[in-house]
DNA sequence: ATATTATACATAGATAAACGATGTATCGTT
DNA sequence: AACGATACATCGTTTATCTATGTATAATAT
């Protein structure tokens, strides 16, 4: 039985570059700003620990997929805008494809005959 | 802010407990037959390691979500059929009615506005 | 005044799901 | 006779995410 679709097990395990990939499409966004920009868009659905967050950042950025700039504020605190670049954009492109076709194997199985919709 | 929707972190890395339970919900199948249908069904998507499957059809028996019996067939070779329970269809309600919220949540993350669909 | 919470960054050790490798044994095909 | 498919199983490794912890500033509550 050949293995054609091969689904990469990052996306299983982790859909969560592919969610802050996405976020960064629509604008720059630092760090924290990101966990509640997805915690208000997924109706608190999500909810990445910083510790999640951070490395992922900075592994996004050390794979070319993110540019950083730091921002200063009125006050004394310093703010690190992250930036998606032309090759994050299309490992987003990859990543979500990627997803529509997991999600729709699972939709297929779920929606599978054999029991009624209520 | 509130964490009112807290999803359960074995639904975002674990779907595979949800489409054994799923496809168990069918009718009854041995191991290595589920490796196959699960093939079938998903068109490839989904291909299951025998090194994954057996542990979890075992942990979901332990926690009374499946019951087994041993089948002889024509030949010497015994297959060990699992059939879901009572108590395993409630939770295969759970983690299907949890799929369709981080489903949903990705979709809505990633249909938003900002990009074309071209 | 001062304690607590929110903002904002960061790292390091623990956890656990899934993987890969390996093992046993039978059966069918080349 | 060799090999791949069938059919079960376990164990050590990997790694994404979590929890905990740390630093520091700003705002709010007691």
Redesign the pocket.
Known sequence: ?SRNQKLS??L??????LIVLSVLRREDL????II?TLETLSEDVFS?????L?????SLEKEGYLTCRWEE?D??????YYHITEKGIRELERQKAQWEVYQGAVSKILGGAGHAFA
Chains 1, 2 share one sequence.
């Open positions: 039985m097990k990052e299983v395990r982790g859909t969560t570059s630092y760090g924290y700003q509640r990445l620990n910083e510790g999640t951070y490395p992922i950042l900075h504020t006050s004394a605190r310093k703010r690190k």
